[in-house]
């Protein structure tokens, strides 16, 4: 039995059909940004590459969450 995907993490599936990008990209995207405060970083993928705000929201939560965990 496969374990339910929670958190940012279950937005992932929808946010690769619905954008035409791996997370990994976003991901790279979001690191490579000068920006560094969550909701600037929220702001900048909604006006500069068309996001939506909860998955634009999630992939910054979980790709920060992740970095401070190095």
Same mark, same amino acid.
Do not use: C
């Given at each position: 039995m496969?374990a339910?995907? @929670? *958190?940012?993490a279950? /937005?992932?599936?929808?946010? $690769?059909?619905? /954008? *035409? =990008?791996?997370? +990994? $990209?976003?991901? &790279? !995207?979001? =690191?490579?940004?000068p920006?560094?405060?969550?909701? &600037? !970083?929220?702001?900048?993928? @909604?006006?500069e %590459?068309g !996001?939506? %705000? *909860?998955?634009?929201?999630?992939l910054v +939560?979980?790709? !920060?969450? $992740?970095?401070? *965990? @190095?």
């Open positions: 496969t339910e995907v @929670k *958190g940012p279950a /937005y992932f599936p929808s946010i $690769e059909k619905k /954008y *035409g =990008r791996q997370i +990994a $990209e976003w991901k &790279e !995207l979001i =690191r490579t940004s920006l560094t405060k969550h909701m &600037e !970083l929220v702001n900048w993928l @909604k006006s %590459h !996001l939506g %705000h *909860g998955h634009a929201n999630a +939560a979980h790709t !920060l969450a $992740e970095d401070a *965990g @190095k």
